[in-house]
């Protein structure tokens, strides 16, 4: 396993449309032990292939199972066949470093995908895993999360948000987003 370097925001390859992974071979199954190995590395919580620059239906996502036992999904080939419900909350990413927008997405999500030997699953998550899934899906047809927010916060800014949320007796998490 390696780390690979992260591209960011105005690298054309964050811009293109995925090919569909066809072979299920010791290629790929190094693609993603490394993305698993750089997310890991980087504190994220997805990751998908062209942020590491690889034009391939490839995502990696941590899914807490239990409190203290993350576990990470490995979707290949994903597609996302049920959402239900809504979450507003702020979303970063590792191609976009230091800036966060307040975007909404379903709070259910179940995606189908194959394994890293091509068989078929489905996996569903809640919200941050519903959050994520959508986020990282994004990635393979070219969009990032800056598309759903109006504006983008430095850490800082998001702190002094949140503060400021539940100084004013509401809750922490943002009410609007785009």
Same mark, same amino acid.
């Given at each position: 396993m390696a780390e690979r370097i992260i591209i960011t925001r105005g690298d054309p390859a964050l811009e293109k449309k995925c090919r569909p992974v066809v072979k299920f071979d010791k290629k790929l199954h190094t693609l993603i032990d490394?993305?698993? /190995?750089?997310? #890991?590395?980087s504190n994220g919580v997805g990751l998908a292939a062209p942020q590491v620059g690889i #034009? *391939? *239906?490839v995502v990696v996502v941590m899914d807490v199972m239990e409190e203290g036992n993350e576990h990470i999904l490995e979707l290949v080939n994903p597609e996302i066949v049920s959402q239900e =419900? /809504?979450?507003t909350d702020f979303e970063g990413c590792l191609s976009v470093p230091g800036q966060y927008g307040i975007v909404t997405r379903p709070s259910v999500v179940t995606v189908r995908a194959q394994d *890293?030997? =091509?068989?078929?699953f489905e996996a569903t998550g809640e919200e941050i895993v519903a959050r994520c899934f959508c986020h990282e #899906? /994004?990635?393979l047809d070219g969009h990032l999360f800056v598309e759903h927010t109006d504006r983008l916060y430095t850490p800082e800014e998001m702190e002094e948000y949140r503060a400021a949320q539940k100084q004013k007796g509401g809750t922490a998490k943002p009410e609007g987003g785009k």
């Open positions: 490394d993305m698993k /190995e750089t997310l #890991l590395i #034009l *391939r *239906r =419900g /809504e979450q *890293r030997n =091509g068989s078929w #899906l /994004e990635h």
